[in-house]
């Protein structure tokens, strides 16, 4: 088992090189919008990621996790298993950048933006290219070749950042500053009126590029579709599109909702505001993403195992653990943290710790997820993730014009928290599996009262409170250590083999 484990915390540390590295990189530009951009000019870039994210999902409908699916359980066909799966997705995907093509400047008006139809053009190439690399990516994980993953998304990553320094900083430095050559040079294609337009380019041509660096992967072997076989994916994948869509909608559908139920004079400013402190958590955000990378796969291939129940439940432990100490080493230092954007934004940092608690109950529910996927009953999915996503909308409706951008954040814990009781209380019925949850609260619990406890120590001395910060980080791992048996077996022989002893 603890081999197992081993396993999954390499392969979730090699897919965050290119998950948590690549997005803390992108992370690192948020100082650049929230320094060169007004809080309502970046509340349009929260806003329209926030349409992406909710678009991607129709557009895979869930053909990721059938993919892993039907790919594990036919291995005489994977290969078919895996064109299938993306001709679903590339003939939906063509159809709905064709559409976006077509209604540009309807959709455009629809969206208040009637001057930039662009937008619509741009943002409909790109959700249309990530829906189709989706797959791809797909079949990389399920191979376990999470360097080639890292390389192909570093590589993307790093050419949108490249982009967006040289349009938005580099481009008009050197017009100020440049000889006339220079400047006539970046005169003949940069435009300052395009503004956050730039980065939405940058992101365009990153894609793109992302895209063809995937076409050995996608013309390795012979492309075929299997109508059958279609038809047996979408039974399966079609309730994880409704449980994805509610899901994303949990996620997204909050900044959209500020900018219509709050009044039009400030609504942009509180999407920017709240989009910048949403972005604070993003360290924990990206733990559960390359965490869920690596562990979807290794869920499925431990399913059959004798010991998969009691790993999954070790394997709870340990990643509620770790978010544990994401979040106390953002709300600790959080007087350092707080740079990262500009002081225009910074009154929004107060939800950012109930951000952060509502994804660890987000991480903890993708856990407990695995019973509904490993068992084929994906339709409690669905039922979950809309309960969720009815809580979250009701919860914005009700009290976005009573307490603003702070709704929305209450809105992620109710959501998170709601759902992961749901799918332990439906779970443990159909696929018990031992989850420790009492010390898991207790762990929750110990970390959330020193996260008050450190509030109520006054400001001293930047050095003296950031020594004070790590005693109080460091007062938790002895906490973890003294309340949880497994956590000492775990953490012992490192300490032994550190320190150069042998174990008795």
Known sequence: MTNAIKRLAGQTAIYGVSTILGRLLNYLLVPVYTHYFLTHEYGVIAEMYSYVAILIVILTHGMETAFFRFYEND?????????????????????????????????????????????VLWFGIIIGLDAIMAVPFARLRAENRPVHFAFIKLTGIIINIFLVLFFIIACPWLLENGNPATASFINSFYDPQI??????????????????????????????????????????????????????????????LLKYLLPRDIAMSQVGIYGASYKVSVLMILFIQAFRFAAEPFFFAEYKKENAKELYARVMKVFVVTCLFIFLGIMLFMDIIQYFIGSDYREGLEVVPILL????????????????????????????????????????????????YYASALGHLVCYLG??????????????????????????????????????????????????????????????????????????????????????
């Open 195 to 256: 503004g956050v337009g730039y980065v939405f380019i940058a992101n365009l041509v990153a894609s793109s590029i992302t895209a063809v660096l995937l076409l050995p992967v996608v013309l390795r072997h012979r492309i075929e579709f299997s109508v059958i076989m279609w038809r047996q994916m979408i039974l399966y994948a079609l309730p994880l599109l409704l449980a994805g869509l509610a899901g994303i909608l949990n996620e997204a559908i909050d900044k959209i």
């Open 75 to 119: 291995t005489q066909n994977q290969g078919r298993t895996f064109s299938t799966a993306l001709l679903s997705v590339f003939i939906l995907s063509v159809i709905f950048v064709f559409t976006t093509l077509t209604f540009r400047g309807e959709i455009a008006g629809l969206l208040r933006y009637p001057e930039h139809p662009e937008y």
């Open 357 to 404: 608690i509502a994804h660890i109950f987000l991480g903890i529910y993708f856990n407990l997820s695995i019973w509904y996927k490993l068992t084929g009953q994906t339709r409690f999915g669905a039922y979950i993730a809309v309960i969720g996503a009815s809580i979250t909308i009701l919860v914005n409706v009700l009290l976005i014009p009573v307490l603003g």
């Open 419 to 504: 759902m992961a009781a749901l799918s332990w209380y439906w779970g443990k019925k159909r696929f018990y599996v031992p989850y420790d949850i009492g010390r898991i609260f207790l762990f929750i619990g110990v970390a959330i009262a020193l996260y008050f406890i450190h509030g109520w120590i006054p400001a001293i001395h930047s050095l003296v409170d950031f020594l004070i910060s790590g005693l109080f980080l460091a007062f938790f791992a002895l906490s973890v250590w003294l309340i949880d048996d497994e956590a000492r077996k775990t953490i012992k022989p490192l300490i032994h083999k550190l320190s150069g002893k042998k174990l008795p």
